[in-house]
C-alpha cells in the first residue's frame, strides 16, 4: 500500500518525520512511502503550490499523509499561487468531500483545556464538514459598487446531492458512535442552510437508529464551552466546519492534538493535523507532533483497513501523555523529537 508524504511548509516536515517514526515502528504492515512537495515549499521548486507530478502521486496513493501549507514569503502572490491553494486544489481534484475531526479530552489534560476540568472531561465528539462546496469553492471576486465603492463576495451555495452525500457519512458515522447527530446551520437567515437542514432531514428517514437534533451556528458555538459533552457527531457546512473545529481543538487542551480525515465516496482520504503551518517555531524542534501521529493512526483505520494498528498507535499517544510527555503547547518543554521518542518508547 503507496503512501503519499506530502511534508509542506513551516514545522510540516517535523512532524511528518515523527509520523513515519511512528509508522515504521509498528513493524511490517505492507506499506511503502514516497515523497512529494506541496504549498510553499512546491512553489518556490517548482513554479506552482500543486506541480502536477504531486497530483499525480496524491492520485496514485492508496491513502495521503499531509503536514501543512502556509509560507509568508508567498502572501503577496496571486491567489491561485498561495501554497494553500494546493490543499483546496486536492480536496477538489480527488473529489475528498467527508472532512472527520475528532475531539476527544485525554484525561491527563483536563487542566490544559480553557474549560473547566468537569466540563471538558466530557469531551468526545466528532466533527464531520463538508469540504467541497459553500464558500471556498463559490464564485468570488471584487468588484465596485454603483456608487464606486471597492465591494469583495464570496458566494455560499449547496445543491441537495452534495447536502445529501455529506449527511449519508454523518448519520454512519453517528451509527458507528454513540447514535445521536447534531445537524448544525444558519437556517434562519440563510437559504443555503434551509435547504441544508431539508435534506438533512429527508436523510434521516433512512437512519431510524439514529437521533438527529438541529442547532443554529452561533449556539453551536457557545454549546461547545458550555455544554460540549452533549455533543456525539456534528455535521455541518464548510465555512462552520471550519470554525466550529478549531474551537474545539482549544476545548481539548491544544490545537496540536487534533488529527483529521478527508475521505472521498470510496474511503480514499488525505490525513491531516488540524494546525497550521506556523512558521514562527519552523525549524526549532518546538512543534506538537501528535496531531499528526494521530491523523496516521486515522489513515490506517479509515483507508487502509488496519484498525488494530490504529489502536495501538493511539494507546501509545494516550499512554505517552498519561506518563507526562508535553511539548510546550501543553505546558512542557519536550521537543518535537522527544514526543515522538515518549509514543514510541509505548510502541
Known amino acids: 500500500?503507496?503512501?503519499?508524504?506530502?511534508?509542506?511548509?513551516?514545522?510540516?516536515?517535523?512532524?511528518?518525520a515523527e509520523a513515519r517514526r511512528v509508522l515504521d515502528a509498528l513493524g511490517p504492515l505492507g506499506l511503502s512511502f514516497e515523497e512529494a512537495p506541496v504549498g510553499g515549499a512546491a512553489y518556490?521548486?517548482?513554479?506552482?503550490?500543486?506541480?502536477?507530478?504531486?497530483?499525480?502521486?496524491?492520485?496514485?496513493?492508496?491513502?495521503?499523509?499531509?503536514?501543512?501549507?502556509?509560507?509568508?514569503?508567498?502572501?503577496r502572490l496571486e491567489r491561485a499561487?498561495?501554497?494553500?491553494?494546493?490543499?483546496?486544489?486536492?480536496?477538489?481534484?480527488?473529489?475528498?468531500?467527508?472532512?472527520?475531526?475528532?475531539?476527544?479530552?485525554?484525561?491527563?489534560?483536563?487542566?490544559e483545556s480553557a474549560l473547566k476540568p468537569e466540563v471538558a472531561s466530557a469531551i468526545d465528539?466528532?466533527?464531520?464538514r463538508e469540504l467541497n462546496g459553500d464558500v471556498y469553492f463559490g464564485e468570488k471576486g471584487m468588484r465596485k459598487t454603483a456608487g464606486g465603492l471597492r465591494e469583495g463576495y464570496d458566494i455560499m451555495?449547496?445543491?441537495?446531492?452534495?447536502?445529501?452525500?455529506?449527511?449519508?457519512?454523518?448519520?454512519?458515522?453517528?451509527?458507528?458512535?454513540?447514535?445521536?447527530?447534531?445537524?448544525?446551520?444558519?437556517?434562519?437567515?440563510?437559504?443555503?442552510?434551509?435547504?441544508?437542514?431539508?435534506?438533512?432531514?429527508?436523510?434521516?428517514?433512512?437512519?431510524?437508529?439514529?437521533?438527529?437534533?438541529?442547532?443554529?451556528v452561533d449556539n453551536a458555538a457557545m454549546q461547545l464551552v458550555r455544554n460540549p459533552g452533549q455533543f456525539d457527531v456534528i455535521v455541518t457546512g464548510n465555512l462552520f466546519g471550519d470554525i466550529l473545529s478549531d474551537q474545539a481543538s482549544m476545548c481539548?487542551?491544544?490545537?496540536?492534538?487534533?488529527?483529521?480525515?478527508?475521505?472521498?465516496?470510496?474511503?480514499?482520504?488525505?490525513?491531516?493535523?488540524?494546525?497550521?503551518?506556523?512558521?514562527?517555531?519552523?525549524?526549532?524542534?518546538?512543534?506538537?507532533?501528535?496531531?499528526?501521529?494521530?491523523?496516521?493512526?486515522?489513515m490506517l483505520r479509515y483507508s487502509l483497513g488496519l484498525a488494530q494498528a490504529a489502536d495501538r498507535i493511539e494507546a501509545a499517544v494516550a499512554e505517552a501523555l498519561a506518563n507526562g510527555a508535553r511539548s510546550a503547547d501543553l505546558g512542557g518543554a519536550m521537543t518535537t523529537r522527544e514526543m515522538g521518542d515518549a509514543v514510541l518508547a509505548v510502541l
Open 1 to 16: 500500500m503507496l503512501i503519499a508524504l506530502l511534508p509542506g511548509d513551516g514545522i510540516g516536515p517535523e512532524v511528518i
Open 44 to 75: 518556490k521548486a517548482k513554479g506552482h503550490p500543486l506541480p502536477p507530478e504531486t497530483l499525480a502521486l496524491a492520485k496514485r496513493a492508496d491513502a495521503i499523509l499531509f503536514g501543512a501549507v502556509g509560507d509568508p514569503d508567498c502572501d
Open 81 to 111: 499561487l498561495r501554497p494553500e491553494q494546493a490543499i483546496l486544489g486536492l480536496r477538489k481534484e480527488l473529489e475528498l468531500f467527508a472532512n472527520l475531526r475528532p475531539a476527544k479530552m485525554f484525561a491527563e489534560l483536563a487542566g
Open 125 to 128: 465528539l466528532m466533527i464531520v
Open 157 to 216: 451555495s449547496y445543491n441537495e446531492a452534495e447536502v445529501r452525500r455529506i449527511a449519508h457519512s454523518a448519520f454512519r458515522t453517528a451509527q458507528a458512535r454513540r447514535g445521536k447527530l447534531c445537524s448544525v446551520d444558519k437556517a434562519n437567515v440563510l437559504e443555503t442552510s434551509q435547504l441544508w437542514r431539508d435534506v438533512v432531514i429527508e436523510v434521516a428517514a433512512e437512519y431510524s437508529d439514529v437521533e438527529l437534533s438541529h442547532m443554529y
Open 252 to 298: 481539548v487542551g491544544s490545537i496540536g492534538l487534533l488529527a483529521s480525515a478527508s475521505l472521498d465516496a470510496n474511503g480514499k482520504g488525505l490525513y491531516e493535523p488540524i494546525h497550521g503551518s506556523a512558521p514562527d517555531i519552523a525549524g526549532q524542534g518546538k512543534a506538537n507532533p501528535l496531531a499528526t501521529i494521530l491523523s496516521a493512526a486515522m
